[in-house]
């Protein structure tokens, strides 16, 4: 038998009187033999499904900051209604962008994060009425580099020149250059999506992975 244990901050938010419920858990597995253990284990498991959870956790999602009808509406389309779904709504795979290099280190087609500084203000390219594509000119220690990527026009990122930014996307040796296909972009000074595993989610038209990424450390932070 495979016991899925809730996760530690899911049990922090119970209620009080089921404090001893955990504790009995501990208990018994930590001072009962095997044999009596397994049986034990399993009746409180049982009761699990059944524990009333705070009031926090049954909470509708527009109890949090940011969270109006609209992207209420959207959560719903992913059957996340309450803070107990939205903590319980596991990725479907994760992104490794702990590891930085230097330009010189990255391999053609290899996707990394780099840390570079801008050369200039970034240069925008309208190719239609709603799509433009974006040039940055960039530098690290000892390598220079083009980032680029497509979004809407007029969305063109505020940089400074004389500062570092952690920059997440493909590398890619062309014959002109170092180019980078970017997917992410961040101050080194203020990384939270860069520099560690990122968590990926199924998402839905109006609310893509970041945004749940987002919601849910935001529950979690305002837990009481």
Same mark, same amino acid.
């Given at each position: *038998?495979? +016991? ?12 009080? %009187? ?25 009746? +409180? ?63 053609? %087609? ?21 799509? &433009? ?27 400074? &020149? ?12 062309? &014959?002109? %250059?170092?180019?980078?296909? *970017? ?34 450390? +935001? ?6």
């Amino acid at each position: *038998m495979t +016991l899925h244990t809730p996760p530690s901050f899911v049990i922090s938010l119970i209620k009080p %009187g089921y404090d001893l419920l955990i504790a009995w858990a501990f208990v018994i597995v930590t001072t009962q033999p095997k044999e009596s253990t397994a049986a034990a284990i399993t009746i +409180l498991w049982s009761l699990w499904p059944n524990i009333t959870v705070s009031g926090f956790l049954n909470s509708p999602l527009n109890v949090l900051k940011g969270i109006g009808p609209k992207k209420t509406k959207l959560f719903e389309k992913l059957n996340i209604y309450t803070i107990l779904d939205l903590l319980y709504y596991l990725p479907r795979g994760y992104e490794d962008r702990s590891i930085i290099k230097e330009i010189s280190k990255c391999t053609s %087609g290899e996707t990394c994060c780099i840390k570079v500084r801008p050369i200039r203000q970034i240069i925008e390219k309208r190719l239609k009425s709603k799509l &433009s594509l974006f040039l940055m000119y960039a530098t690290d220690i000892d390598s220079k580099i083009t980032i680029k990527w497509f979004s809407a026009p007029f969305s063109k990122p505020k940089i400074n &020149s004389r500062s570092d930014y952690i920059v997440y996307g493909k590398f890619i040796k062309g &014959s002109s %250059g170092n180019e980078f296909e *970017m997917k992410y972009m961040e101050s080194a000074d203020n990384m939270k999506y860069t520099g560690s595993i990122i968590p990926l989610y199924h998402s839905t038209n109006g609310l893509n992975s970041k945004n749940i990424y987002d919601t849910i450390t +935001l529950a979690y932070e305002k837990k009481p």
